[in-house]
């Protein structure tokens, strides 16, 4: 009995030590974490400057080597939200992931209007300023309503697009749309709490994330949750029914992929891209939330891969 009460306490001082460590190097642990998935997928963190401030960035060493790769996140992410996703392109293309302005270490600033009219053209001078001339264009929610726009604005650059749970049409309501109608956006998060709420609320299957890191991630958020609330509504501007006829206009090949248990924005929207981009395919995943590239990195990444080389 003695030795049994001993393992327990000290299970309880190992874990105790455990939590006050993560507690103290917590941002150590996330730069840890995010540098190793970062190396196995040949991913290193670069910057440049562009008219309204720094861009941060991954790059991979495939420059020059391979057909380039840009991916875009969503409202409130950050380029890590790729890192997995980009493994499948790491030894055939050159893959950059972009910070975009008032999102993760790039610029963030309430001097700036962020309507994706806007963001669109950041993202044209960030390209211009790294060199990147033509490239396959992939976007996430925001992203993905930003690489729409994109592929019709600076259709010379873009060779291919591929949008996953795109924002930018919401004929068919969403989850999110009645919360935010009560007054409650999950996609602005303040605490720990509100920053696990937002990973259930938006993944179906969300991946396994350590406590010190989700700490991390819900201190970032709740910093810039002044910042992102205006983010929003300077986003929502461009979104309806003047975004309808300009998805008419993307001529270069495009793939939507969506997963049906999106609770952000409704997957039956896919119909409505379908119906107006005129070369397209379209893909739904069953039991899948709003990042596919988060919760099923693989199969996601496989299948913009079998739609750029087709």
Not at 32 to 50: H, M, Q, T, V
Not at 101 to 130: C, M, R
Not at 131 to 148: D, K, T, V
Not at 282 to 291: M, S, Y
Request: glycine letters at 8%; hydrophobic letters at 40%.
């Amino acid at each position: 009995m003695n030795k049994l009460i001993g393992f327990v306490v000290t299970l309880g001082l190992i874990g105790g030590l455990y939590i006050g460590l993560g507690n103290v190097y917590k941002n150590e642990i996330y730069q840890g974490a995010i540098n190793f998935e970062a190396g196995l997928s040949g991913l290193k963190e670069r910057d440049a400057d562009i008219s309204v401030g720094e861009i941060v960035y991954f790059e991979n060493a495939q420059r020059d080597k391979k057909p380039s790769v840009l991916l875009v996140h969503g409202f409130g992410a950050n380029k890590e939200n790729w890192l997995r996703f980009a493994r499948s392109f790491k030894d055939n293309y050159h893959v950059v992931a972009v910070d975009l302005p008032g999102h993760g270490k790039s610029v963030n600033s309430f001097d700036l209007n962020y309507s994706l009219e806007n963001q669109v053209a950041w993202l044209h001078e960030f390209t211009q300023n790294i060199g990147l001339q033509s490239f396959h264009l992939a976007g996430n929610s925001m992203g993905g309503a930003i690489s729409a726009l994109y592929a019709v604005k600076y259709p010379e650059q873009v060779i291919s697009a591929t949008l996953i749970d795109p924002a930018g049409i919401h004929d068919f309501r969403s989850v999110m749309q009645d919360l935010i109608d009560q007054g409650d956006n999950p996609l602005v998060v303040e605490d720990t709490q509100g920053f696990n709420r937002l990973m259930n609320f938006a993944l179906e299957q969300p991946p396994f994330v350590p406590w010190p890191i989700t700490m991390v991630n819900a201190e970032h958020a709740k910093a810039l949750k002044p910042l992102h609330n205006k983010l929003w509504k300077d986003m929502l501007q461009g979104q309806g029914d003047s975004f309808k006829p300009l998805l008419k206009q993307i001529r270069v090949p495009t793939l939507v992929q969506w997963g049906e248990q999106d609770r952000v924005i409704n997957y039956k929207n896919i119909e409505v891209f379908k119906s107006l981009i005129p070369s397209v395919t379209t893909h739904v995943w069953p039991n899948v939330g709003h990042a596919p590239m988060v919760e099923i990195p693989n199969e996601s990444a496989e299948l913009m891969l079998s739609h750029i080389q087709d």
